[in-house]
């Protein structure tokens, strides 16, 4: 039992130090998001009507969401990355579990996502939104359930690839999709049927609405099933992602 905690936070540790170590990484990570709550939330937020809150406020929780799931999944091809230089080879015949090895990765990809998001939530305050510092903590507990679906979820996709450039192939087509159509840029009530379809089966709506519940108290959907869905969904990113990783050959 010692060993298993014991590699999950060596594994944990190592990925926390090998994000603060690359800068660029948490530059290129926050400058996306920074540029449409800086250039879009603020020059349309006299323009955008919302009822009840301002654009800015609107946007707020979104753009948190598009920089927990970007800094979450993208901290998959780290597993692409140790198996390409031969780290992964010497965890996975390490005397531990794979589940060990899981855990450790996703709470330090998590960790990580956290820290952007928080410091992404800072940015936020600064450039004039408005929310509820009391509802921080709680905000903080739905960072790290989305952030633990989505490290997972990147986890599983690159368990089954073994080249780079291909992984963030296919996540530039899954996030960017995911993003617009959660509803995190405008509101879905507006939107065209298929669209607002489209958002019900979408798992980052609901990670929005949650932040929106909390941070604004402006969510179209009810608090309980935003987080049913996100706990669901972190159960099934989990499973896929263990049993896709202990397919890895040694």
């Known amino acids: 039992m010692n060993h298993e905690l014991s590699a999950v936070f060596s594994l944990w540790k190592r990925e926390v130090i090998r994000f603060f170590r690359a ?21 349309l937020n006299s323009i ?4 009840g809150t301002s654009y800015l406020d609107f946007m707020t929780p979104g753009i948190l969401s598009m920089v927990i799931m970007f800094g979450s999944v993208f901290s998959g091809v780290t597993v692409i990355m140790d198996r390409q230089f031969g780290f992964l080879k010497e965890t996975l015949v390490a005397p531990v579990s794979r589940i060990s090895i899981i855990a450790g990765k996703s709470l330090g990809g998590a960790t990580t996502a956290v820290f952007q998001g928080s410091l992404m939530l800072a ?22 359930l ?10 599983a996709i690159a368990s ?24 995190a840029l405008f509101p879905v009530e507006s939107a065209p049927d298929i669209i607002r379809h489209i958002s019900y089966v979408n798992p980052l709506t609901y990670s929005v609405e949650a932040f929106r519940f909390f941070l604004t108290g402006a969510s179209r959907m009810a608090i309980e099933i ?24 040694d």
């Not at 089954?160 to 996030?175: A, I, P, R, T």
């Open 146 to 155: 989305v952030s633990l679906s989505f490290v997972a979820l990147g986890t």
């Open 48 to 51: 955008m009507s919302i009822p």
């Open 23 to 43: 800068k660029s990484r948490v530059i290129g990570t926050l400058g996306f998001p920074f540029f449409f709550l800086a250039v879009l939330g603020t020059g």
């Open 123 to 144: 940015i936020a305050v600064l450039l004039g939104a408005h929310i509820d510092s009391e509802a921080i903590p709680v905000t903080l507990g739905i960072m790290l």
């Open 160 to 183: 089954v690839m073994e080249d780079m450039h291909g992984f963030q192939l296919v996540m530039n087509f899954l996030v960017m999709p995911m993003f617009f159509l959660s509803g």
């Open 226 to 249: 935003s987080l049913g869905v996100l706990v669901l969904f972190l159960v099934a990113t989990t499973f896929l992602a263990t049993y896709l990783f202990s397919r890895i050959e």
